[in-house]
Nanobody
Framework: QVRLVESGGGLVQPGGSLRLSCVAS????????MGWYRQAPGKQRESVAV???????NYAESVKGRFTFSRENAGNTVYLQMNSLKPEDTAVYYC?????????WGEGKLVTVSS
């Protein structure tokens, strides 16, 4: 079954760093659009970083300069490097992909920023 498998996340102190990874399993063709969303408690899911292959990455204003999206050229693996984390970054982070007209979502990884 096609799915997005995430890893990373966890608990970190304010100012710390974490990296999330996501691999699209059982998909051999290239995925053009991949990215990361997040949902904080009591809030709607929001876009964090979304990339179109060969194009630019659109970042949320709140994470610009702190988060960096990257992807492996050959495969469908993406990363989100999160630096200078703040308590307001606490959320469940979801990997996203747009593939053959379908929106795919990972199960989500909890990131907690707290002292």
């Amino acid at each position: 079954q096609v799915r997005l498998v995430e890893s990373g996340g966890g608990l970190v102190q304010p100012g710390g760093s974490l990296r999330l990874s996501c691999v699209a399993s059982l998909i051999n063709s290239r995925i053009n659009v991949m990215g990361w969303y997040r949902q904080a408690p009591g809030k709607q899911r929001e876009s964090v970083a979304v990339n179109t292959r060969g194009g630019t990455t659109n970042y949320a204003e709140s994470v610009k300069g702190r988060f960096t999206f990257s992807r492996e050229n050959a495969g469908n693996t993406v990363y989100l490097q999160m630096n200078s984390l703040k308590p307001e970054d606490t959320a469940v982070y979801y990997c996203y992909a747009r593939w053959v007209g379908m929106d795919l979502w990972g199960e989500g990884k909890l990131v907690t920023v707290s002292s």
